[in-house]
DNA sequence: CGTCTCCTTGACGTTAACGTAAGATGCCGC
DNA sequence: GCGGCATCTTACGTTAACGTCAAGGAGACG
């Protein structure tokens, strides 16, 4: 019978590890370099505890959100200190709302920017309009900008 | 009678500029060595026309949306080329409709990161409810930070 | 024993848009 | 002649999160 790829005792190899989170070996090294992740040894090599996987893994939720490796750490420490309760909560929750609040003004800064660039494309198309029709990009330009997009992200998630 | 600060044959000082756009008289430098401006020189000194001012204008507005000083380069050389005619204006408008897919694009992260981050927040929200609610961040707390982050915005804004 | 693959450490490179001295020049008024 | 101010050039520093070699060890395979 196979092994259970997640059983609390498991332990996994750097490679496991970046395979099953599509990472890369420099980058848990960078993240222990940190104080991130404290892995065992075997000799020389690491050995990933079910810990240290979770760890990772509240790493990379972490950074989705947008938060720096140092915030994460800060986190983390907590989750050291009292094994994931309360203080590491509140620490998590305090940080999770400025990240909101963070997000949303860089949400609007967005907008804003897009309004602004909106107006300048209609300013432009007006010219462009009445002197120069020709340059006009055609539907067709923009479903191929389109398509061209679109299998770009599709190869990246494939790959 | 005062001269007008913006009649067409006016020159400009790199500190003048500077105070009209609030940057720094590096980062025009950095525009220049960038090749993004190019004025004249009194003996050493730089001495901006009302074209460089133009420019910086639109190198200005080109960083607030969002675009490197690469592509604000692309789309100020055609501006060179035909004097703010046809092909400049196509250009810009294929960089302003891309540069709003991309913003549009990094808009829904947003939007995703913080919905992640809102579930987290209810969660560990229950959590503490359940377990140490004296450690949950009270109404006072949360207007003690907005008005502080307002107080920083106005402070920056005012001064 | 040679080769392969995975692992290690160490250390420099990357990117963008400037910041920050350090040291020199030049003009103004006194 | 000198202090003070604005300007100049040159050039290294900053930040984040790794990427990219380089050089080397350890175990497995045939």
Known sequence: MPTDLRRPQ???TIRQLC???KCTPRALRFYEDKGLLTPARDGMNR???YKDRARLKLILQGKRVGLSLAEIGEI???YDLDDGGAAQMAKSLRKFKERIV???????DIDRAINELKVGCNNLEQKLI????????????????LRQRLDGVEHVGAK
């Open 47 to 49: 050995v990933y505890s």
């Open 10 to 12: 498991r332990t996994y």
């Open 19 to 21: 395979l099953e989170f």
């Open 130 to 145: 009445a002197t120069r029709p020709d340059l006009l990009p055609r539907a067709a330009d923009y479903d191929q900008m």
């Open 102 to 108: 963070a997000l949303e003004s860089q949400r609007e």
């Open 76 to 78: 983390l420490d907590l």
